[in-house]
């Protein structure tokens, strides 16, 4: 495989898709390894071995091009025949054609899939479906979860023609892209971000999550700011040349600060601050008045137990 694409093609893709294909993979997922009971826990062998193996799942996915530019707007699932290593085509022919019914503009454009990286057997699909469009793109969703990965776990391939060893083979070649979102997007998106768990999250865990993220934006904030202070000292002590645009930024930027130091400002955030502590306030008058609750419940029980004869005997 290449490492970059050379056709100077623009990819847009949509978040819907990303959704989508999570979406999918999840499902089939949760149904060839249904969550084990917590008192069942003993498998054999084999089975634990096909547990560990993650499902891949197919789909198409559809958009429009428009010169150099393809947009990947939306996407459907398809069913694989793994003994044959091909797609059901008249399941693939029939949602198509519903697809063309509800979106006439839209085009099949490539497939997707799951995976850590593109395989040997991805090709067999991706030429079979050539007679659809020339030149299918490929869109790959790694499920694995990395926590040191900032970027999206989203490749996109175009299959190009490569002379190796003197024979022409079609190789996947690795194409950028970009995330491209429209207003019922973002809605959509930020509504699906704000669920609460299915596992039955309280709030705390909800505010917790909430907080979490902010305290993220104000870190990244300062990192910038930080940048951005380092860069302004050593301009001023010569280390790298003065931009005049750059500083008319910085100005421009900075004007924007006496505009919340106005009294009204102050009074919000004074208001806001005092609710927040009071809140804080009242969590740990709680906490203290269950601990000692707990304390004197447990004091009657072990005071009844040396000195009751007949009915209870009340500590309080």
């Avoid at 634990?48 to 091009?65: K, L, M, N, T």
């Avoid at 299959?159 to 019922?184: K, N, W």
């Amino acid at each position: 495989m290449a490492s970059s694409s050379s056709s100077g093609l623009t990819f847009k893709l949509h978040p819907l898709v990303i959704l989508n294909i999570s979406d999918h993979y999840t499902r089939v997922k949760s149904q060839i390894n249904p969550p084990i009971a917590p008192h069942n826990t003993t498998t054999n062998g084999g089975d634990a071995v096909a547990s560990s193996v993650p499902p891949r799942v197919y789909g198409c996915v559809i958009g429009v091009q428009k010169g150099r530019t393809v947009e990947i707007f939306n996407s459907f699932e398809l069913l694989y025949d793994s003994s044959t290593n091909s797609l059901d085509r008249p399941f693939l022919e029939k949602k198509q054609e519903l697809y063309k019914k509800v979106f006439p503009n839209f085009y099949i454009l490539g497939w997707y899939s799951t995976g850590n990286d593109a395989e040997e057997s991805d090709m067999l699909i991706h030429k079979a479906l050539m007679d659809i469009n020339e030149s299918p793109v490929y869109l790959l969703l790694n499920p694995s979860i990395n926590h040191s990965q900032k970027d999206l776990p989203v490749s996109i391939f175009e299959s190009e023609l490569h002379v190796i060893d003197g024979i022409p083979q079609l190789i996947f070649v690795r194409s950028s892209y970009t995330i491209e979102t429209v207003e019922a997007e973002r809605i959509s998106v930020d509504h699906v971000a704000h669920l609460k768990p299915s596992d039955g999250g309280s709030a705390a865990t909800q505010l917790a999550a909430h907080l979490t993220g902010i305290h993220s934006a104000i870190k990244m904030l300062h990192s910038r700011i930080k940048v951005l202070h380092h860069y302004l000292v050593a301009m001023q002590k010569g280390d790298v040349p003065c931009e005049n645009s750059l500083l008319r930024q910085v100005s421009s930027l900075l004007r924007r600060l006496p505009a919340i130091e106005s009294g009204k400002f102050q009074d919000d955030f004074l208001m806001e601050y005092n609710d927040t502590l009071l809140i804080s306030y009242l969590a740990m008058l709680t906490n203290c008045s269950s601990a000692t609750n707990d304390l004197v419940d447990k004091f009657n029980t072990a005071y009844d137990r040396h000195s009751r004869r007949g009915g209870r005997t009340a500590f309080m």
